[in-house]
DNA sequence: ACTGGAATCTGGAACGTTCCAGATTCGTTC
DNA sequence: GAACGAATCTGGAACGTTCCAGATTCCAGT
């Protein structure tokens, strides 16, 4: 069984349909005004009457740029990816860039292939927002083209840019908000031990010396099946907890719903990322919001000036804000 | 301030370095076995020593075939459209072919401009997740190339395949599940009258028919400030509310607990979709499911049916499951 | 009517790859 | 050591566009 769908029309179709050269049509199509009005209107009747769509390969090809740039992230599903690659789609879209965008569902191979197609594809540039993304594959990247990368506080080669969110004043936003209802004991609760994990217990534990307050080592806490864990710390002495984001704090949210230690009454929350879900849960979450657009944005931005020639490394930190809802309160006894 | 890197290295650059010609480096390259092995050896070390990378550009040029293909989604932020474009992309992954996703943002104008830019890339088929596109949009596409609509319970020329949840047996097991509970007044929720959600409803209608129970018109209740409506439904005598997705269902949960009609001790609430959500709200919510992966594989097993040749239209329909959680129960007294 | 310059149009080269037909080399067999 | 087929390699055409240098047409001014 063959298909049957005709051959796509090539400008040189359209050439011969309008009675021109194909040069020409190429610059009507264009609208570029070297051409008269009549035979203008010609030829895009002509392209209309077949169907005519240009070719963005072919394009791409001989001018050597494809208008396009990559975006990776680490998983689509997750609030704070898409948010953010959204954020630089639609400065990508206001700057006249398409988006190409690559999910890699938190398979660090999968994202270095991803990396190798987009450079395959000629994008003029790469937002990695993912800290999975094996350094060394990004900056053999960067050797052909701008790297961006978004939100992962490390050291990178001077041929990548960076932005990222700034963890220790995020965390110390919402331990100054904690202690300034009243709290003195105060847990930060955490799944992971990356970076940005740790960033953030510098900054909670930053801001409780300022408190003159003590701080607490960071207690982790796994989100699927942690209940043990969690249990503990809901049923200790802390009277608040700053979760290293909101998908644990939200576990920690429910947890205390199953055991009677409810948010805020018995126990203040404070999540992190301020993710879609925080607006959605009961009690509503407070959440530190790391500014996604923002990030995005500036992730563009540094791009663009990469793509038109700066070669000096430029780091970016944008900092974050609270978002207060329901999940905190002064403390009961 | 002119950009100092390099230009990319060709297949030539690799012949001249390997000293042979550029056609055997594309033959050893890709791994052809006509190739002797030490040769292959060679041409392999010298593309590595120059940093060459094949150019997708120039191959989909001259194959005539991109081994892409297009995924349209609505709002990329919603997990449901998420979902089901991540099933089309892995198994288009496992069927080799790459995917171009575009986000439309819920804006028509945006995706029918998604679906001329993917067309001029080249792809082998479009993956519609998405009631917003025009249909005349999709018509025009569906002359040029193979197109899938997911999700759309309507009618649609023959040259678009179509796969969609049987909206009306999702809602009809969430039916039989309240009703099998003890639930005698059961009402149906919604902040859309689109299709799909007039199908639930009838299948709503129709379950409960079928157990000699009466079912009410859907009530109309807005996602974002809709606490009158919320309030008039929660307080009305129902014990049993299905809502029309989980972002609504979820609504009612919180306001429910605001007003002190908490579920599922006072109401009951199921939630239609699934979403990531349902598992993280508390009480958890009790939800259809589309079975988004099904939805999106086989999308895609007839895109690729459809790129082989197939010319006869193909309609699916997947039938839902009911994830039963927290949020639903016997009723009281 | 003739000129010169502007306006409009054209043909070929180029982009980097694959594909094809054929050229060259190699090893075996007589 | 000649002949032959298999193994290995090569040069040019093609893909659909843009770019460029130049060709042609048109028109105003003399």
Same sequence: chains 1, 2.
Avoid: C
């Amino acid at each position: 069984m063959s298909n049957d769908r005709p051959r796509r029309p090539t400008i040189i179709d359209v050439a011969a349909e309008a009675g021109v050269s194909k040069s020409l049509v190429s610059l009507a199509l264009r609208g570029d005004d070297g051409v008269s009005e009549t035979t203008r209107r010609r030829i895009l009747a002509a392209a209309d009457r077949l169907g005519y769509r240009s070719n963005t390969v072919a394009r791409a090809l001989v001018q050597g740029r494809t208008g396009q740039i990559g975006v990776i992230v680490t998983d689509l599903r997750n609030p704070y990816h898409s948010e953010v690659a959204l954020g630089v789609e639609k400065a990508a879209e206001d700057a006249g860039l398409g988006t190409f965008l690559a999910n890699g569902r938190r398979d660090a191979d999968r994202m270095a292939a991803h990396v190798d197609s987009l450079i395959g594809h000629n994008v003029e540039g790469l937002v990695v927002v993912s800290s999975r993304v094996d350094t060394a594959v990004l900056a053999a990247a960067a050797e052909r083209l701008p790297v961006v990368v978004v939100g992962r506080p490390e050291i990178l080669p001077d041929r990548i840019d960076s932005v990222a969110g700034d963890d220790e004043s995020g965390a110390r936003l919402a331990v100054e908000h904690l202690v300034s209802l009243g709290h003195t004991d105060i847990a930060f609760a955490s799944a992971s031990t990356r970076p940005a994990a740790r960033a953030r217990h510098r900054g909670y534990a930053a801001a409780l010396a300022d408190a003159g307050l003590e701080a607490a080592e960071a207690v982790a806490v796994p989100i699927e099946g942690g209940t043990g864990e969690a249990d503990d710390l809901l049923r200790g002495g802390a009277t608040a907890v700053l979760s290293n984001n909101d998908l644990l704090a939200v576990e920690l949210l429910n947890r205390g719903h199953e055991i009677g230690v409810v948010a805020p009454d018995r126990i203040s929350i404070v999540g992190y990322d301020n993710t879609e879900l925080a607006a959605r849960v009961w009690p509503r979450l407070t959440s530190v919001d790391q500014r996604r657009t923002a990030l995005g944005r500036t992730a563009l931005s540094m791009l663009s000036e990469r793509i038109a020639g700066r070669t000096a490394a430029r780091r970016e930190v944008i900092a974050p804000g609270l978002v207060v809802r329901d999940s905190t309160a002064t403390p009961k006894e």
